[in-house]
């Protein structure tokens, strides 16, 4: 049967030649023969030109996500498999580090809209379009046999599914119900991660070389003379900065997190590690947590600030800036000289220049001097298609206080 074919309209074939694999509605001309969602579609410039295979999302302003460019590539079973085989074998050189890994990373990988991580034993899949959603057995048949692992549970319940108008899914399609949490072991660290209802899939897992990081600095800092470092991690979730900042040696910590569920797993997640560190954990909103510290005289060596998404779209960067601005500017009060501070963004509509531009201001209005040492992302399993420079989330820098 002859695919269905979306025709572009006149001068929106521009980015698809540049292998852009996003399509919108509004460069969408008209759709001919008979498309189902998810369907793969011929797309083709107004002159007839072929341009791309996609997925056709009917319900999604995100109208087609392509699956490639080649013509002569069919898109079928073994294309999909073949795609999930090649991503998790580019991964092997990091499960020595870790056995919480993302396996697949939606277009970065070649599959829009999937996203697959293990912890131990366990897979734990996102199908966020409409494509993904269309192939979601065949994907999940592939990534069976590609890790040997048998545990497989959905996660798809994200508000990505509700604009491509799908359902939330969450629960067991293969194997056994996880434990609640998984144990998975990170740089020698153990973490409890529970899958079933945290956040993204249960673990940050794109901070495994920024947590590495922060085990380094506390070591540095812990064998420099004089006082065990103090360490301050804001939104700490389960605690994965806290945990890396006492294994390199913190003297003091202090965790704060607004969430009582998050607090309680990270509390457990000190518990599995055994660290004789001097713990605090502080339910509270961090912007009224960052001047009670002021206020209280605390200083430290060491901070994290890593917040959530706090700008969901272009119509948020503003407001987003300045809570951004606020928090950078109550922490890096808090920094004794010498002390860094780690601080990030993973808003997608936050770039990395205007990122550091807002760090810089809260720096000046500070009143203090500082360094950047080094700009910071997310790790090897969460690359970037060098075509799709919306795939760049997560970004970070290493400050120190200079005076
Ligand atoms: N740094 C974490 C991930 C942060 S996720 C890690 O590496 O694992 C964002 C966290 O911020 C969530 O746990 C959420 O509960 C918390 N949070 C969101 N808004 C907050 C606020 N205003 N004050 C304190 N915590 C907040």
Known sequence: MKPAELWLKPGKEKSLLRRHPWIYDTAVARVTGR????????????DGRYLAWAAYAPASTLRARCWGFDETQRIDVDFIAARVHAAVARRAHLAADSDALRLVFGEADGLPGFVADRYADWLVVQLQATGAEAWREMLIDALVQATGCGNVFDRSDSATRQREGLPATSGVLRGVTPDAPIEVVEHSIRYGVDVQRGHKTGFYIDQR?????????????????????????????????????????????????????????????????????????????VFDALRALRDEGRVFDLIVLDPPKFAASHHHVERAARAYKDINLNGLRLLAPGGYLLTFSCSGAIDVDLFQKIVAGAVFDARVEAQMLRRLGAGEDHPLLMTHPEGEYLKGLLLQRVG
């Open 35 to 46: 498309a189902e969602a998810g369907a793969t579609v011929a797309v083709r410039a107004a």
């Open 209 to 285: 070389d920024n947590r590495l990081l922060v085990r380094q600095l506390a070591a540095r800092l812990a064998a420099a003379p004089g006082r065990a470092p103090r360490v301050l991690n804001c939104f700490c979730y389960t605690g994965g900065f806290s945990l890396a900042a006492a294994a390199g040696g913190a003297g003091e910590l202090l965790s704060v997190d607004s969430s009582a569920d998050a607090l309680a797993l990270a509390q457990d997640n000190w518990a599995r590690n055994g660290f004789t560190a001097a713990a605090e954990w502080r339910g509270d909103d």
